[in-house]
């Protein structure tokens, strides 16, 4: 589970990397990049195994994603240097993934969901 947290951290900032080098300071466009990078994969490597991907259900997972790219975004914003902002983004991603499986952190489901 922590090479879970550790993949969702990389492959978020990659995709948000990518997206920055191709389109410049867009947020939508590093926000793209990254999540559909993290969150792709992760549900690509769950249906290859044959498991409800995690993204649909309640696990803290898209957030966290979201949360490092901003923070990724916002300090390129205020002129940090991209090696800075990537650390900061995987670290910060990997953190909260690591800390809300550690806890059992989950996001609300909606009414009326099949569970």
Do not use: C, H
């Not at 879970?4 to 978020?12: E, K, R, S």
């Not at 993290?38 to 044959?50: F, K, W, Y």
């Not at 993204?55 to 390129?76: D, N, Q, R």
């Not at 090696?83 to 996001?107: D, E, Q, V």
């Amino acid at each position: 589970m922590k090479f879970d947290a550790i993949g969702l951290g990389v492959f978020t900032i990659i995709g948000a990397t990518f997206a920055y080098n191709l389109v410049g300071l867009n947020f939508l466009a590093i926000m793209l990049g990254g999540m559909l990078t993290a969150v792709g994969g992760g549900i690509l490597r769950d249906v290859l195994v044959i498991q409800v991907p995690i993204v649909f259900v309640k696990e803290f997972y898209i957030s966290a994603s979201f949360i490092g790219i901003t923070v990724f975004y916002l300090t390129l914003y205020f002129g940090g240097e991209l090696y800075s902002a990537t650390i900061l983004g995987i670290t910060l991603t990997t953190t909260l993934r690591l800390i809300a499986m550690k806890f059992n952190w989950n996001l609300p489901k909606a009414k009326g969901s099949l569970d």
